[in-house]
């Protein structure tokens, strides 16, 4: 979302952008004008540009309030690097193993820089990718934080072309969220690698959380009352002579007989 929170956060004069979103997907409407489509409904306003006014897509459901709104107050993001490692493979079928190892937070933009090297192991800045936290998700950054191991989940989309061999993937997203990543896991598509956090970074998340998070108050559902002898059942039946007849068992009824 870093070119979501650019674009609201800019503080260009004559520029605008109204939005409610859920998990996003980048979808451009116009050269000018990136937003997020989510995988579910997109509520926008317009995107004003100068003089001129370029309206979005305005997708929601009828009769139906957007959950998730922008606010800045409750939106925090920060850069965080992306650290893979290539090691010999362990199988004759694959010369090398890919796997995220680390993350650093605050890094600077990266293209695939070795970092160190160790033999034929070799660790890489990948990418630099925005961790994004909105205050709607605090029930999700509060389990990831509250685990034996807190972590961060590293999306990944496996490259193709000719630099596939040196890059062969692309980060996607860096979430601190296990329900967003299991979204994306869910897909098959994409490569969701589960890396621990470090201190830094959880107490950033946890202080977020401590600004931000409401616990929602269990409510217990309650049948209504209703009083089943208001209504005298079987009634015009011709089965039913007499209120033994209720509890009779079927094999007790003769063939040809009604009781």
């Known amino acids: 979302m870093a ?53 979005i897509w305005r997708q929601t459901a ?38 995220a190892v680390s993350v650093m937070p605050g890094a600077g933009a990266a293209d695939w820089r070795e970092l160190r090297r160790d033999g034929d192991t070799v660790d890489y800045h990948a990418a630099t990718a925005q961790m994004d936290l909105h205050g709607a ?30 890059k062969p993937f692309h980060v996607v997203l860096v979430t601190a969220s296990p329900f967003e990543a299991q979204d994306y896991a869910d897909t098959g598509e994409e490569i969701v690698e589960k890396v621990a956090m470090p201190e830094g970074l959880v107490a950033w998340v946890r202080e977020f959380v401590d600004a931000h998070h409401q616990e929602e108050t269990f409510k217990k559902r309650r049948r209504d009352k209703t009083d089943v002898n208001r209504v005298e059942d079987g009634v015009g039946d011709p089965r039913i002579h007499q209120l033994s007849d209720v509890y009779r068992a079927p094999a007790s009824v003769r063939k040809g007989r009604v009781h």
């Open 3 to 55: 070119a979501l929170s650019q674009l609201l956060q800019s503080g260009e004069s004559g520029r605008s952008v109204n939005l409610t979103v859920f998990i996003p997907k980048v979808r451009e409407f116009g050269p000018k004008c990136p937003v997020f489509s989510l995988g579910g409904r997109l509520h926008t306003e317009n995107a004003l540009s100068g003089q001129k006014s370029a309206p």
């Open 137 to 166: 998700e605090t029930e999700a950054y509060l389990q990831g934080i509250s685990a034996r191991v807190p972590s961060v989940y590293v999306v990944m989309r496996q490259n193709v072309g000719a630099d596939a061999a040196s």
């Open 62 to 99: 009828r009769d139906e309030k957007p959950s998730v709104i922008y606010n800045p107050k409750t939106y925090a993001t920060i850069p965080v690097g992306v650290v893979i490692r290539r090691a010999p493979g362990v199988t004759r079928w694959a010369a090398w193993s890919w796997r």
